[in-house]
């Protein structure tokens, strides 16, 4: 019988808080390991930070995954402007959309 060998990994996510005023919002980020982002959530409003907004939204996450791919013409954009503009989109796309 063969034995098997498992490797273990400690999976340590860091969370960020990045708060641009210019747009007026508070985003939450979460990082994996190799510091990728693995998870986005915002909010409108930088008076008050609301913690519930640090659960990842999985739309705004797969928007932001979408721009930065090797095939979108913003990978080369800083962070912060795909980070932006994804919320851009899911705004105008489910928030200004359902109007």
Known sequence: ??????RYYQVVATNKVM???SHDVVVFITYNQF???????FHYG???????FKTPCPHV???FKRVSSEFSSHKDKSEKKRILLAIKLFTNAFIVGAL
Request: glycine content about 8%.
């Open 35 to 41: 510091g990728e982002i693995e998870g986005i959530n």
């Open 61 to 63: 996450t797969e928007i």
């Open 1 to 6: 019988m063969k034995r098997e060998t498992f």
């Open 19 to 21: 708060v641009i005023d």
């Open 46 to 52: 930088v008076e008050v930070m609301d913690e519930n």
